[in-house]
């Protein structure tokens, strides 16, 4: 549909080609789902498997029992996991919306054999392999792989994906904080000794599918509540991607009763006295050529509606210039640019396509 | 259990006393708080004894361990189910919310200990021994107490409630289209043969709190969904109260995204055509001495917000009087009226106490 | 509007182009949004003109004051309602999301200026003129303008449809409804004298955007409530579609603490017995060429949750064999194919292009 | 019904009484809603006159009209407001869930004919009555009204409620948040140069019962936003009785889609370090005597479900050891121990009755 000319997006290396055959691991879960819904529209991609890691038994099955969102749309089967199978299919691109300890098993195997990787798993996120025991309870067995995979913030870090063979996903939360912080940081603009405060404030689909009472309906709708306090799985991948030391930083998640989207109000004092444009501007400049990012005027404040359903991320402030503290609010759909929509765009920038194809 | 006055509330036979001791069997579910926040604020009513029927473990734990909302409001700690224990301490009245099988199993033994029983449970709902193989997928051993177990809705049947040794608390459907078909059928005002259409909704705590796909948060957040048609397990009990036969009434029940609350939409024939005020009086007429039913005048309906917790049954009309159809509807509390408020008011009625004792 | 070549699409009178120029007026509404959320990505429509109809003021504005989602899509401003720069304009189709009285009043004035209308409102949905004044308080002063409007389901009127100067978009409920009965009405299976019953449910962005108590947050929230018994506006719409008399449909629409989604169970009698396969064929091949409409297979039933930020119709059924009694089970997004889907469905047609274009 | 006795609650000169009765002004709103269903099934209170200050009309109507909750609680009708009919009536205590405006005029009215007052509005919170015409746009005309008034936390300020005769009850969000830094600011315990971050996330019903875009059902529900940031009506009552300056303490409200219930997350600095047991010791040393406020141990938090439709203010703790920075997770019902359970907290300290009455 589109024609196709050199890379727009990514760095140099970045190859063309007219569609990208993608397998999509774990596809029975809300990432999968999501996944699936922006591939099947995406102008340049082409799902050509699905499997499931699940234990729901062994046979093949129509998508939409398991999505009825999905009913029409596919029709290949979602085949039981079995990495040979995808090995032989050879697609450009595999898509794992696995658990962590699946994804660590089989991206080994898959970069072995020659594919090209999206892990929406934490499998690979963390450059510490001590770290897995700690915050995931398994052991990583796998250190040049952690260490050859890439961290897919696409505004962040397009040249190095672009080229990647491994792209560790980001998670949701940290997708939400770090690019909120990363110009500030990166600006040096921000108090860090003061300490920054990230109060998370998530859908449920974050979570996950698989049923728990936590996730029970009646316990989470009319209801919020705090959890992982000092100690949730996605701060030291914040702490790593924007070099902050733990004392640096608080993060807070909490379990909103709706079903998609994040909101974090982050706290902190700025290095030194500014005004509320020299922010905005900072802002507009950093992410100048970022299509999914979007600069907040003064006033104005992100809120979920404005990114459920949609891949961006949307970043506002608010400063009392005469006190130097500053509140940042940000917002992204938790199954969009927190997970499968920046999935997609890293897909993009992988095979030198703009960014926000298929994505708008 | 202490001194015995003339009965003031239901039917003669009644016994009367300061307070009834209750014990409350299946304190870990939806129904059982509900118990629970009824009594402690019953002031004629003490718990004391709280059991869990579930494999939580082995050892006797804080209520507010599976309750937050009761956090200081018992000092009795919640002990794994054991029959003995409860015979031992003998109780006033045990009301069991507990899965069907436990409660058939252990109905009989509360009976032969002395006590009088509140159950929740479906277990002795149904006349008919042999349809619980096919309903609820038991084989039911006692046919003797169930002839003797009183179904419970005390505005239908007081003075039969007062002396039941075993009462069989309604189902929620059931009671939402018990109540607002009673009056019409009874009346002989229904055209049978016509067919009559129940459409319920209801709220999640309906189907408990064992958590599965279909009630976990995003599968019913934003969601509605019917299920069940033509063979939900309370259509049985509602064909038995009414006295009718299969082909008289369709029931669809519909799952709501909202916690609590039942509303029942109720097509049917009037038998001879008749104005909207004398529908209207035969239901005032009827219910006129019933403290916990409210019937709403013309161009008013109920809806679900008039009722979530509270412990009323709420009944409007539509008519289209040139043609004698007929629209009902009925809404209560899934939790209140439609289960734990009809227990404690069968408890009111058992030991005589006003209907609506500690229930407004 | 551009080169022309032969008709892909609907009827052979359609006429095709490459991108078809469409101006949207009442675009702060939530159909505005949604109409300006599937043309922005439509690969076949373009968006030059959005004009919102409210008295919010006399100057133009950026579409995202009004539907954050949309920040940075669209360049253009929303203008006030102004016909005369509409015609100046010359868009090739125009889409009315506005409110009844004023689709009413400029109508006639965009068609003697030769453009094509898609209209959202129900000004000239109904046939009869007269009807107006009771069902929707004004005055119907262009019958000849009501006489030529076709409304719009292009599952049953493509031909139509595709030569149009103006198609009266269905309502929400009406979609629902009409889609579901079609193919037995037609095919002559239903026992019409036994009477049908259609209960919906419906999500709250159907009720539009104009804040009221009704539709105040705590009051749709945690409810479900019943209105417009035997007079809501839009029965006199399905039974003109469905060619039915009042005494053979009752309609009740409920209010669903959703956001967006109708689910409809209807209830009827089959003129004569047939087995549940019957059905399901008669409607597979009903629907064949119908890229937008989902039959569920027996055993399963359409949820809101399959459709919401969907296009599509889904239609499922249940059915006692032994009695003939029938249960359909119609799910829709209100603002899809219930309202904007639909609209931009039309306008496909009306543009020779496949029915689904941009919708998938 | 309780056996009355020497005044066990408050200070020494509340007086003691059989029956408070009480009048409800504002009674059409959802604080209004709030106090009735407490007042009416309080053991020593009785609602002897309820008026609106709306302008829906002159003439008296039933309460349900309003509330459907209340349908058949109240023989008498809600009037319409007349100062001059309170005086006459004579009640013990009169509530105000009246607009700031309402309760500024009519409240030195009823302090001179005689009554004590309960007023719900902000209009005497605010120590400073220039601060009035800044934050609630509004001059203030009752200096020394504001000086007698007393600020309404029981938990805080018993013996001068008991003796007041005008208590101005607490906001909702100040609620929270004072009563969770209460005991940590009095033990000098915190680094307040630090700077303190209250990150407080409320239900709808917070925001009142006139609809606006805002507050309209899908603007709401799967949603969340932030607002007020650094210029919340709020912040000022907290600072004031928390007697912090501006720049120690940030307040940010978030709009939750929930009917019911806010919690506030609390950022801050320990000025020494201590270990978690200490911080929980002193909670419990310090609200030892207070009924209606729970600790929550280690390792638990509180939410709102666990408060919603309670009187409670839950309070809980996270600290990290090492580094001093505690976070606070408070939950209350913003309509419960927020508004209508606070005011009937208060009158029971006014009158001399034991705080919980009526309220567990």
């Not at 699940?54 to 990495?83: M, Q, T, Y």
């Amino acid at each position: 549909m589109i024609e196709l000319k050199a890379s727009q997006g990514a760095g140099a290396d970045a190859p063309m080609q007219e569609v990208v055959q993608a397998a999509v691991i774990g596809a029975t879960g809300y990432a999968g789902c999501e996944l699936l819904t922006l591939l099947v529209r995406h102008p340049s991609a082409s799902v050509t498997c699905l499997m499931s890691s699940g234990k729901d038994g062994k046979k093949a099955f129509p998508i939409e029992d398991s999505h009825p969102k999905l009913r029409g749309r596919f029709s290949v089967l979602c085949e039981p996991l079995n990495v040979e199978q995808v090995l032989v299919a050879g697609p450009d691109v595999v898509f794992l919306a696995t658990p962590h300890e699946t994804s660590h098993q089989i991206v080994p195997q898959l970069l072995e054999g020659g594919l090209r990787v999206v892990d929406l798993s934490a499998a690979f996120r963390l450059k510490d392999q001590s770290a897995y025991a700690k915050w995931y309870e398994f052991e990583h067995h796998f250190g040049e792989v952690l260490a050859e995979a890439v961290y897919g913030i696409p505004e962040l870090d397009a040249p190095r994906i672009a080229s990647a063979r491994l792209v560790a996903n980001p998670g949701c939360y940290p997708t939400s904080v770090i690019l909120a912080l990363a110009p500030l940081l990166n600006a040096g603009w921000v108090n860090i000794s003061a300490g920054i405060v990230a109060d998370s404030k998530s859908g449920a689909t974050g979570a996950g599918r698989k049923p728990t009472e936590r996730l029970h309906f009646p316990e989470v709708n009319e209801n919020l509540r705090a959890y992982g306090l000092f100690r949730h799985r996605h701060w030291p991948e914040m702490l790593q991607e924007l070099d902050l030391s733990p004392g640096d930083l608080i993060f807070t998640p909490h379990l909103l009763p709706i079903t998609r989207g994040i909101l974090t109000t982050i706290y902190l004092r700025l290095s030194s006295l500014r005004v509320l444009s020299e922010i905005e501007g900072l802002y507009r400049s950093f992410y100048a050529a970022a299509p999914l990012v979007r600069i907040y005027p003064a006033g104005t404040l992100p809120e979920i509606l404005g990114v459920a359903n949609t891949q961006y991320a949307d970043i506002g402030f608010a400063l009392d210039e005469s006190t130097g503290r500053l509140i940042l609010v940000s917002a992204i759909d938790n199954l969009g640019k927190g997970a499968a929509g920046q999935a997609v765009q890293n897909m993009n920038v992988m095979f030198g396509l703009p960014q926000q194809t298929g994505l708008l």
